[in-house]
């Protein structure tokens, strides 16, 4: 170390004492001390910088990364820096070659009535949203359900239905022999044989649904033949009259149809018994109650088809003229269609009318319905 500094006060002196030679002031003694001094003194300082001491850290591995706990200062805010332009965009998902959309029934909407072995055309309008073509080898095909004598394919087109475009596509049906609700489903294939979805649809099935019900007939049958009783006394078969008469007796009426016409093996589905005209004798709703009517296979009518006060099972009950008149109250109850579905075997239907409540009332007044009678009966054919 001394003789470092040996040499560098013998390098100063040599400078000073050059610069004796060149036309500049002269220094003083003291002042080149002075030089000498502070030259030494940075020169040590340099040095004392330069040397690493055994408590300072290698200066190979030290940072500027700040310690933990260091509070940073001057750091910027993050900014909303735009993606750069070359980064890809996510694409449309690709459409499927095959794929169609139910557009409407343009025949036959669901729940359509059809009578027993009715035929009829099934029209579905279908949308090509696929991104191929359908040609000739483009089929609808059934898949299951009622068949309704329908084939098994359909050529969808004989020419070209290009993707965004309709198609009509229809298909000829027999309807079934027994009623109930029948239902046949539909798919697309395509030329491969691989069957495609309707998008529309959850099951991937397009159909056609019906309602069979038997054909229904209704006819108007008039009365074949009648008869009267006047209780104990008379037997009448040129009136069919019911109340009272003017000695008090009580009259019952009797009345017969031929169904004849009506198929053996139909259903009767309604009947009425229908007064087509009629006129009363004194007050019979007023003085004797409501009149009626029940089923009584009497064959020829004689005095023991007379029924005593308070039968029962009657099929209809008129307890005014306006009754009589009233389409609603001309209904038969279950126990009359029974009657007219029995009478088929014998093609005889026979009906009692009579004032269930009493026979007279004693007064000496006639008070009697007179009427002519007709059924109107509705039936399914068998």
């Known amino acids: 170390m001394k003789t470092k500094y040996a040499l560098i006060f013998l390098l100063l002196l040599s400078l000073i004492m050059n610069s004796c030679n060149m036309p500049r002031r002269v220094i003083s003694p003291a002042e080149q001390t002075a030089i000498i001094n502070t030259s030494v003194a940075e020169t040590v300082a340099a040095e004392s910088r330069d040397t690493p001491s055994s408590d300072d850290p290698d200066p190979a591995v030290v940072t500027d990364t700040p310690q933990l706990g260091t509070e940073e200062t001057n750091t910027p805010e993050p900014s909303n820096t735009p993606e750069p332009s070359n980064t890809p965009t996510p694409s449309d998902t690709p459409i499927p070659c095959n794929l169609a959309r139910f557009v409407k029934d343009v025949t036959i909407p669901d729940g359509k009535k059809f009578n027993p072995g009715d035929t009829f055309t099934k029209t579905w309008r279908l949308k090509n949203v696929g991104s191929c073509a359908w040609t000739s080898g483009y089929d609808i095909v059934f898949s299951g359900g009622d068949a309704m004598d329908a084939p098994s394919s359909i050529q969808i087109t004989s020419g070209t239905v290009n993707p965004g475009q309709n198609v009509d596509v229809s298909v000829d049906l027999v309807a079934p022999d027994s009623a109930g609700t029948y239902r046949g489903n539909w798919q697309l294939r395509d030329p491969s044989d691989v069957i495609f979805d309707i998008e529309n649809s959850e099951s991937g099935l397009f159909w056609v649904e019906i309602e069979v ?19 104990g006394d008379e037997v009448r078969t040129n009136a069919n009259n019911a109340g009272d008469t003017g000695i008090d007796l009580g009259l019952q009426g009797f009345v ?19 007064p087509v005209g009629f006129d009363t004798l004194g007050d019979p709703f007023g003085s004797l109650g409501c009149l009626k009517a029940y089923v009584h296979n009497y064959d020829t009518v004689g005095f023991e088809d007379f029924k005593p006060e308070g039968a ?29 579905q029995d009478a088929l075997a014998s093609n005889l239907f026979q009906i009692r009318l009579q004032f269930k409540d009493m026979h007279t009332d004693g007064d000496g007044i006639a008070d009697v319905f007179r009427s002519t009678l007709e059924i109107v009966v509705t039936y399914q054919e068998p």
């Open 312 to 340: 029962t099972g009657a099929f209809v009950t008129f307890c005014s003229e306006a009754d009589a008149d009233n389409s609603s109250k001309q209904s038969m109850k279950a126990s009359g269609i029974s009657g007219v």
């Open 256 to 274: 017969t149809f031929n169904v004849s016409g009506i198929p053996n093996g139909a259903t009767i589905v309604s009947a009425k018994l229908v």
């Open 213 to 231: 019900e038997p054909e229904e007939t209704t006819v108007e049958i008039p009365l074949a033949s009648r008869g009267q009783i006047e209780d």
